[in-house]
């Protein structure tokens, strides 16, 4: 798909979630410190006030270089991933959400199942703490369909108006995903600060695996916006 096409369907997508009174845009930048790749990925999504929450993106990164390194950011990018995600808060208690959903993602050589159910405590009031897990399925077109499961821990405070928040994620797979193991870990950072009561930018630090057949870690640096109405 050309991606002035892919472009095209993301503005159409835009345009029609506000005409459906949707909730917010949202837009940023990845980049990996040792893989050294770009990604950019704009999205939408709505909350209905009681009822289900229903969000898209689209994920474009550049073409590789023709020594095969990494693409330039923001130069001659192209379609990498479609996600739809579909969930439902529920209020189960004083101060305790639960939230079951279903996530799907479209790659060029696979598809995605995440079916997940999140947990949201607000502990005090600047305090939060969130639990998730995420059962994935990747359904690739030449390689053997890949399982695995993905449990999410963390904390969201806020300081003098500024959002703090840290995750750690855990994978336990039916292949290799960390150093020839099954399992795989992950840590992240958030830093968001609301400029506007509509307008909030952010800055992410996350720790990562690189292959699954090394030891070797890598920081992707993400930042971002997310725009409310």
């Given at each position: 798909m050309k991606k002035t096409r892919i472009w095209s369907l993301a503005t159409c997508a835009i345009v029609v979630s506000l005409n459906a009174q949707a909730t917010s845009v949202s837009y940023s930048h990845q980049y990996e410190d040792v893989a050294k790749t770009h990604t950019d990925e704009i999205g939408v999504s709505h909350h209905l006030s009681i009822g289900p929450k229903i969000s898209a993106a689209l994920k474009f990164e550049p073409n590789e270089e023709k020594n095969g390194e990494a693409g330039i950011a923001f130069h001659d990018e192209r379609w990498h991933e479609t996600k739809l995600k579909l969930s439902y808060p529920l209020a189960a208690a004083d101060h305790l959400t639960l939230?079951?959903?279903?996530s799907w993602a479209r790659k060029q050589d696979s598809y995605k199942y995440k079916p997940?159910?999140?947990f949201k405590y607000k502990a005090l009031t600047a305090l939060t703490l969130t639990s998730r897990?995420?059962?994935e399925i990747s359904d690739y077109a030449y390689k053997p369909t890949r399982k695995k499961h993905r449990v999410d821990i963390g904390v969201n405070t806020t300081f003098h108006h500024v959002g703090i928040g840290y995750q750690y994620t855990y994978y336990h797979g039916d292949s290799a995903l960390y150093d020839h193991s099954r399992h795989d870990?992950?840590?992240a950072i958030t830093v968001a600060y609301p400029v506007t009561h509509a307008f909030a930018p952010y800055l992410e630090l996350t720790n990562e695996s690189v292959s699954k057949s090394?030891?070797?870690r890598q920081t992707e640096f993400e930042v971002g916006f997310?725009?409310?109405f």
């Open positions: 939230e079951p959903g279903v997940f159910i999140k897990y995420r059962y870990y992950e840590q090394s030891d070797r997310k725009y409310t």
